[in-house]
Structures are given as structure tokens and as C-alpha cells.
């Protein structure tokens, strides 16, 4: 079940995330971009300190954050 959550929090947070910074990306494109973000998110908030409950809106602030930050990047180096 963890899985299954983590897969829809990652495609939210990749969806929104494309359409913050207006770039294409189908299902696929952003639930990766939503996994890879919500992974340097966590890093990044890990890094940071931050004491998170460790709750679904907390899981999706920190994914969302995450995936804008990796997909900014992204499209900065290979544009």
C-alpha cells in the first residue's frame, strides 16, 4: 500500500510541478519527475533539519517542492 501512496504523491507533485513551470509531460514524465523530486526533496529536507510529522501533506509539500527544484534544474541543463 506504501508503494501505491508514494506512486499517486509523486504523480501529483510531477503534474504540478509542469504545470508550475509550464513544460510537457505525460503520466509517465510526471510521475517520474514526481518520484525523482519527491526523493531530493526528502534529501533536502533532511539536509535542512526540518521536522516534518511525516504526514500525506507533509509527504506532498516536500515532493512537490522537490520536483519543481529537479525539474527547473533539468530543463535549465539540457536546454
Excluded: P, Q, T
Amino acid at each position: 500500500m506504501g508503494l501505491i501512496i508514494s506512486a499517486i504523491i509523486g504523480l501529483i507533485a510531477g503534474a504540478v510541478a509542469h504545470r508550475v513551470l509550464n513544460s510537457r509531460g505525460g503520466f509517465l514524465g510526471s510521475l517520474v519527475v514526481g518520484l525523482i523530486g519527491a526523493l531530493l526533496g526528502g534529501e533536502l529536507a533532511s539536509i535542512l533539519n526540518l521536522n516534518l510529522a511525516g504526514g500525506m501533506i507533509d509527504r506532498l509539500i516536500v515532493a512537490i517542492v522537490g520536483s519543481v527544484l529537479f525539474l527547473f534544474v533539468w530543463k535549465k541543463v539540457f536546454k
